[in-house]
T-cell receptor
Framework: SQQGEEDPQALSIQEGENATMNCSYK?????LQWYRQNSGRGLVHLIL?????REKHSGRLRVTLDTSKKSSSLLITASRAADTASYFC???????????FGIGTKLQVIP | DTEVTQTPKHLVMGMTNKKSLKCEQH?????MYWYKQKAKKPPELMFV???????INESVPSRFSPECPNSSLLNLHLHALQPEDSALYLC?????????????FGSGTRLTVV
């Protein structure tokens, strides 16, 4: 079953603009991760935020986590055409072995 | 080596065939996973191996049979599949016992059952 639900499900922006994707989840988590998937191929791990963290940065990526609202957001600043992909949030429940993916946001960056 | 290699990249098989998907990593990861992804859907967990032992089976039909012959290799044996089993099959690995560590995914095998 899916734990996370991304919003919006599709997003189209111009190159250079910022892209914000949101993820809501249902149960308590150990951590929340964001992955990118290009053209239905393998997923690439982008960033992980632990349940006791509120914000994390990696290059042009900024992730926030609000455990009281059970939500997270991924901000991609100064977007590039190469950022065009599907983005999934994924939550780790309890133990370390079961990462569950949300439905994803399909991002299109127009050159 | 920071890759997970999956072979083949594409596979077409009949409903009476037996085939296998292969996944290999040399990162020293002792947790390995099989996910299934249908078009426009998120990946869904099928199996988890930890230290070469099956630790999670997400109620997957027995026509899918996983095998972990050593710490670097993960196989998925397929037999008597149905057309609805057509999907992208993804393998992933991670450090076992390390919850705050992301997964490394392979590029997947796109399976078509005819």
């Amino acid at each position: 079953s899916q734990q996370g639900e991304e919003d919006p499900q599709a997003l189209s922006i111009q190159e250079g603009e910022n892209a914000t994707m949101n993820c809501s989840y249902k149960t308590s988590i150990n951590n929340l991760q964001w992955y990118r998937q290009n053209s239905g191929r393998g997923l690439v791990h982008l960033i992980l935020i632990r349940s006791n963290e509120r914000e994390k940065h990696s290059g042009r990526l900024r992730v926030t986590l609000d455990t009281s609202k059970k939500s997270s957001s991924l901000l991609i600043t100064a977007s590039r055409a190469a950022d065009t992909a599907s983005y999934f949030c994924a939550t780790l429940l309890g133990g370390y072995q079961k990462v569950t993916f949300g439905i994803g946001t399909k991002l299109q960056v127009i050159p | 080596d920071t890759e997970v290699t999956q072979t083949p990249k594409h596979l077409v098989m009949g409903m009476t065939n037996k085939k296998s998907l292969k996944c290999e990593q040399h990162m020293g990861h002792r947790a390995m996973y099989w996910y299934k992804q249908k078009a426009k859907k998120p990946p869904e967990l099928m199996f988890v191996y930890s230290y070469e032992k099956l630790s999670i089976n997400e109620s997957v039909p027995s026509r899918f049979s996983p095998e972990c012959p050593n710490s670097s290799l993960l196989n998925l044996h397929l037999h008597a599949l149905q057309p609805e089993d057509s999907a992208l099959y993804l393998c992933a690995s991670s450090l076992a016992g390390e919850p705050n560590y992301g997964y490394t995914f392979g590029s997947g095998t796109r399976l078509t059952v005819v």
